[in-house]
């Protein structure tokens, strides 16, 4: 099975192990990605809401490289949710918005290239690995199966919602990745927070904002008595797993929920070692969950020039909150 | 024979052009065109042009009637609205002139020129063509004859919930013979598992109940419980119906209902038809107390015996030796003349919601569900509570719209939902003291007393909050919401988003099509919606009859209504009914296919195609053969014919012909006519 790959700029810096987790399992799973060349940025969250045209245009840019270097593939696979959006939505506005089509193709026609809307078929990496690998090829893949973990399956907002070509069974309450987790062998929670905000940006712009919406999925995680969050996106992953602390100094709390990519899991599940999959590199650590299932973890891989920021001195009076009384809900 | 004679071969034609108001004369200029029907056409035998301000009113009939009189007329053309509305009027008062009512014809400029064209020039230059059309087409028309069917006395009732009932009884009375058909053990559908009615509180089975025994005991109702229609023949007046009583493995002969055969029964069953899956019954049983026939039926899938080999304690313990192991499904036809589709409705599976809980959170409740736990003979005696049974709940918030007016699911109000969750919110207040919330996007409240209702349910100090609930989650992150369910919902006139914790959920969930509405619908040969309900005739002016002649409609399976609504209309199918019944016997229109068996070459294309399933293969002839008490005349099979070997009587080759030779004609160059001021 041949892809295009749209990688993103994420998988090359802040979830490099979602790229080598998938690097790692890609060959068991018979795919075979080719990276889409001289790929720009995808916008990201907001640019689409702040410039039209021009975001679309970026996001065209693309789909353009990727119909021009396709070669016995229409399909652009992203395993980033923004990207997998942001491709999504411009394929989609591009097809049924003469307009708009016409001022992006203007704009590409600047730099030689153009792009023939609906020659290109958008897809989510889970989707490509539910329906074209298949859970049947997947559960003969596994070796050690993930028994006993009991794994949050968390898909953030953006990769379900909108929908616009109804790719996942339910835009509320998708079941896909639990599906997949138990076919790995794990105990799947039911995780009624599994498409809820992880903040975006609000990390950047509010911060408040950002801990309150972090701290309802790691105390909703930790109230199910899940060992481990998985999730599929990058932005998710970084939000929960390296403002943890953060979250933590913030509401005086001590929750340790450890967020891993899919992928990761899976690559356990196919027997890889964990140090291949990118395992040691998140903030919180996995290695303790990990341990109930015998994977040997290696030590958390200190993060060079980084030492971990000291909780700012709040300036005013403190925003009303609710911690204390959630204490106990952490394990 | 002189040139003008080879034209007109004889005939002298009335052409009559309606203004409908200004609906046609709008945009046709109808004095014009009478005019020239008159001049132009006069070689074409036309003799009489007329126009006329409304002619379908009595004035307008008259023209026609007066002229076939006077003029001698002996064909008639009204160029009006569509043959829909008004072809039996014409035809009517072409008859009462004195001629055979087919020799009229309609051109349709209202629908097919006024309507969809705003150039008057143009549009006055259609009609014309139009009306040379059928002045073509009506020459080749023939006097044609009614086809008479008698009509069978007996009728079938299909569904023995209040809308089968009410119709079961209007017939019964009137001294009339019907069998009535009902899947489950008993008669009394979904109204017997209510507990009150709304807007008048009055207990549903003190008002079920005497129906249910009046049809138990009625001498001209044959009721078949477990029973179910296979195969439906024949036609209007004379339908045969093969309907498969399941096996109960209960003598009804012998059994006097006395209960101690389901006392004994060792196999305890979660009842998920009645008590919808909050109750138990046994593996003999009877649905409920009042339960009409009162003879017991044995759930083969969950029966000891049939599973193991062994247990057969229903038949120790039973006194008259009822039971009998050995029982086996019965087939039997009957004839009958006319047929009532009662079936009802499915409660939509608020699981396809997964957002709201259904399923995975225990204190969240169907509409169904609470409308058990409420009944006095339901599994908690009448005892509202949570899922554990014992604990009442001390807020409880009730989800208007749960799979209706809901794009995702289905798009129509389900129009019970608001007056069944106020009734719910009353009977909380009232044997709780909780405090309620009810989530709602609109209140439609436009029955007798409705309103009024609701206001009483407001004064009764029920929170209403105005938006549709996004999620109902356990996931607690405020003080107050730990243990409880957190509605959350926008508040859509507040214009913020809020947090309600409350004990228990009730989901109003949507009333849909029956899961198998369309194979019934095909089986009785009449049509569904798109949503699925059974498809009126008319859904205003004849909203309990279908296209296929003899088969009616009642009750929720045309569309969710409330219960006065549904008994309005089982008393509606028995009263056309009653009619038909006293008639004796049918006029059915005779525009019908028929096979010309000289080019038939036995294909059987045509038989498949038909919608009323009115054509079928004669092996022994290698035919195929149309049913014309069946046929209604739709032309499928004329098109699809690919020996030409069908033809229809109103749509002949000929006709159909010279209609558009007619069309083409245009003798009338193209003149041009003022635009309207």
């Known amino acids: ?331 | 024979m002189t040139g003008e004679e080879a034209q007109t071969n004889g005939h002298r034609i009335g052409v009559y052009v309606c203004h409908c108001g200004t609906n046609i004369a709008g945009v046709v200029d109808v004095e014009h065109v009478s005019e020239w029907a008159k001049d132009a056409l006069g070689d074409r035998g036309v003799v009489v042009g007329k126009d006329y301000k409304f002619m379908c009113s009595d004035l307008g009939q008259e023209l026609i009637q007066k002229d076939i009189e006077r003029e001698g007329l002996d064909r008639v053309v009204v160029a009006a609205c569509s043959p829909h509305l008004h072809e039996k009027t014409f035809r009517n008062a072409t008859e009462r002139g004195g001629l055979n009512p087919y020799l009229c014809e309609m051109a349709s400029i209202r629908e097919q020129v006024s309507w969809v064209h705003t150039n008057k020039a143009i549009a006055t230059e259609k009609a014309k063509a139009m009306i040379s059309g059928a002045v073509e087409r009506v020459k080749e028309h023939e006097s044609l004859e009614p086809f008479r069917v008698p009509i069978e006395e007996a009728t079938l009732i299909v569904g023995g919930g209040i809308a089968g009932i009410q119709s079961a009884l209007e017939i019964a009375n009137a001294g009339h013979p019907v069998y009535l058909v009902e899947r489950e053990p008993s008669i009394g559908g979904h109204m017997a598992q209510f507990d009150k009615t709304f807007p008048t509180l009055d207990c549903s089975a003190c008002i079920l109940t005497p129906r249910m025994s009046e049809v138990g005991v009625h001498p001209n109702i044959e009721l078949l419980t477990w029973s179910e229609v296979e195969k439906v023949e024949g036609y209007v007046g004379n339908f045969a119906v093969t309907i498969r009583k399941k096996a109960s493995y209960v003598i009804n002969e012998d059994c006097t209902g006395c209960g101690i055969c389901w006392q004994k029964c060792p196999k305890k069953v979660i009842d998920d038809k009645f008590e919808v899956g909050l109750g138990y019954r046994k593996a003999i049983y009877t649905p409920f107390e009042q339960a009409v026939p009162k003879y017991p039926v044995i759930d083969h899938d969950n029966c000891t015996y049939f599973e193991k080999g062994s247990c057969k304690a229903c038949e120790k313990f039973c006194p008259t030796e009822a039971i009998n192991f050995e029982d086996e499904d019965e087939v039997i036809t009957v004839n009958v003349g006319n047929i009532v589709l009662a079936t009802g409705y499915d409660l939509f599976d608020a699981r396809r919601i997964p957002q709201y809980g259904y399923g995975r959170l225990a204190n969240v409740f169907t509409s169904l569900e609470f409308e058990r736990m409420t009944n006095a003979a339901g599994p908690t005696d009448g005892d509202i509570v949570l899922r554990d049974g014992v604990t009442a709940p001390k807020s409880v918030g009730i989800v208007h719209c749960v799979g209706s007016r809901d794009r995702n699911f289905n798009n129509y109000c389900s129009s019970i939902c608001c007056m069944q969750s106020l009734k719910f919110a009353h009977l909380v207040h009232e044997r709780t003291g909780a405090e309620v919330f009810n989530f709602y996007i609109d209140i439609r409240t436009p029955a007798k007393e409705y309103d009024e209702f609701y206001q009483r349910v407001l004064d009764e100090g029920t929170r209403f909050v105005r938006g549709r609930v996004a999620e109902v989650t356990d996931a607690a992150r405020l003080p107050g919401e730990e243990g409880k369910l957190i509605v959350q919902v926008e508040d859509t006139l507040a214009g913020q988003q809020r947090r309600i914790p409350v004990d228990m959920v009730i989901l109003s969930a949507a009333l849909e099509p029956r899961t198998d509405a369309y194979e019934t619908a095909k089986k009785f040969g009449i049509a569904c919606s798109a949503n699925g309900w059974f498809t009126e005739k008319h859904p205003k002016l004849d909203p309990v009859a279908t296209m296929t002649e003899g088969v009616f409609i009642a009750g929720c399976s045309t569309g969710p209504k409330d219960i006065p609504a549904t008994v309005s209309q089982g008393s509606a199918a028995a009263a056309r009914i009653l009619s038909y019944i006293e008639m004796g016997e049918l006029a059915l229109e005779p525009v019908r296919a028929t096979v010309i068996a000289e080019q038939c070459s036995g294909c059987r294309i045509c038989n498949d195609l038909c919608p009323f399933n009115a054509i079928s293969y004669d092996a022994e002839t290698e035919l195929s053969e149309i049913n014309i008490a069946l046929c209604q005349g739709c032309g499928t099979c004329v098109a699809a014919c690919p020996a030409g070997a069908i033809t229809g009587t109103g749509f002949s080759n000929e006709q159909v012909l010279a209609q558009i030779e007619g069309l083409l004609m245009l003798n009338v160059e193209p003149q041009p006519v003022a635009e309207p001021a």
């Open chain 1, 1 to 331: 099975m041949k892809y295009m790959f749209y990688p993103g700029c994420s998988l090359h810096r802040s979830a490099r192990p979602y790229l080598d987790s998938l690097a790692a399992i890609q060959e068991k799973l018979t795919m075979e990605l080719q990276e889409v060349e001289d790929w720009n940025c995808c916008g990201a969250t907001e640019y689409m809401s702040v410039y039209r045209a021009p975001a679309h245009a970026l996001v065209g840019r693309n789909l353009a490289l990727a119909q021009q270097q396709s070669n016995g593939s229409d399909t652009v696979m992203a395993a980033c949710s923004a990207c997998y959006l942001n491709l999504e939505k411009t394929e989609n506005y591009m097809r049924t918005d003469e307009e708009l089509n016409n001022k992006v193709n203007t704009a590409l026609a600047e730099g030689d290239l153009h792009y023939d809307a609906g020659s290109i078929q958008v897809r989510h990496l889970l989707d490509i690995i539910y329906n074209d690998v298949g859970m049947d090829r997947i559960k003969n893949l596994v070796t050690n199966p993930l028994e006993g973990l009991k794994v949050a399956a968390y898909y953030g907002c953006m990769i379900v919602r909108p929908d616009v070509n109804q790719r996942w069974n339910s835009p509320e309450y998708p079941t896909v990745l639990e599906e997949l987790m138990e076919a790995l062998g794990a105990e799947v929670i039911d995780f009624p927070m599994k498409t809820h905000c992880c903040s975006g940006h609000m990390t950047q712009i509010s911060s408040d904002v950002a801990y309150e919406l972090i701290r309802r999925l790691i105390y909703g995680a930790t109230h199910y008595e899940a060992d481990i969050l998985v999730t599929l996106c990058p932005m998710c992953q970084l939000n929960l797993d390296a403002y943890q602390i953060e979250m933590n100094n913030h509401f005086d709390t001590d929750y340790v929920m450890p967020i891993l990519y899919f992928t990761q899991l899976m690559g356990l599940a196919f027997g890889i070692e964990p140090e291949e999959l990118g395992i040691g590199r998140e903030f919180v650590s996995a290695k303790q969950a990990l341990a109930k299932i015998g994977a040997p973890v290696p030590d958390e891989v200190p993060e060079k020039g980084k030492p971990r920021r000291k909780k700012k001195k709040e300036e005013g009076l403190p925003m009303p909150q609710v911690s204390t009384r959630f204490n106990g809900g952490s394990k």
